[in-house]
């Protein structure tokens, strides 16, 4: 998180998903206590952040273990100085479908101040929306739709970037072999 100048370590045991806040200086390296960043759709997996740095927040995304296993996000505020902790935003049901899913992925535009939500249900028919986010209370303004880019063509590797010299986004997948 550039604006608290700190590192956010996010990470997945024992079901539970924790974090700490890392500040950095020369080569002291110094933690914040552990902190729990997923409470209420707990066991999650397939977690992944990103930082939206024209909006000073960190973006959280996984996919819930337990049935039914939607994928979620949810915005976070680094609160840096002597504390070294998170201020996290409701947590967010990004797609409702009742299916299994395998991956989910988020990407996030500066110059845009929008982001890019995709996930990967288990039929392998990926999926993708845009979303923003609210700054007074870490909330998400999802889009409503959601198209789908590939059906029953890719496997369990998504990911989601802005390109900024081409003005766009790119969504990566790898291609289920069985239908090459």
């Known amino acids: 998180d550039s604006t608290s100048d700190r590192w956010v370590l996010i990470w997945y045991t024992n079901n539970a998903n924790k974090y700490r806040v890392a500040a950095v200086s020369g080569t002291t390296f110094t933690l914040g206590t552990t902190g729990t960043s997923v409470t209420t759709n707990t066991h999650a997996y397939q977690i992944k952040a990103v930082e939206a740095k024209s909006k000073g927040r960190i973006l959280l995304t996984w ?55 995709s996930w990967l249900e288990n039929n392998n028919d990926l999926y993708v929306k845009g979303f923003k ?37 790119r969504i990566m997948f790898i291609k289920d072999g069985s239908n090459a």
């Open 133 to 169: 986010i609210d700054t007074s209370d870490n909330s998400i303004d999802q889009g409503a739709s959601e198209p789908t880019v590939t059906s029953s063509i890719s496997n369990k590797y998504i990911d989601v970037v802005w390109n900024p010299e081409a003005d766009h986004w």
């Open 63 to 117: 996919i819930k273990s337990s049935s039914p296993s939607d994928p979620f996000m949810r915005v976070g505020q680094v609160n840096g100085g002597s504390t070294n902790t998170v201020t996290w935003g409701a947590e967010t049901s990004m797609h409702s479908g009742n299916v299994y899913n395998h991956r989910a992925a988020i990407g996030w535009a500066d110059s845009t101040d929008m982001g890019v939500f």
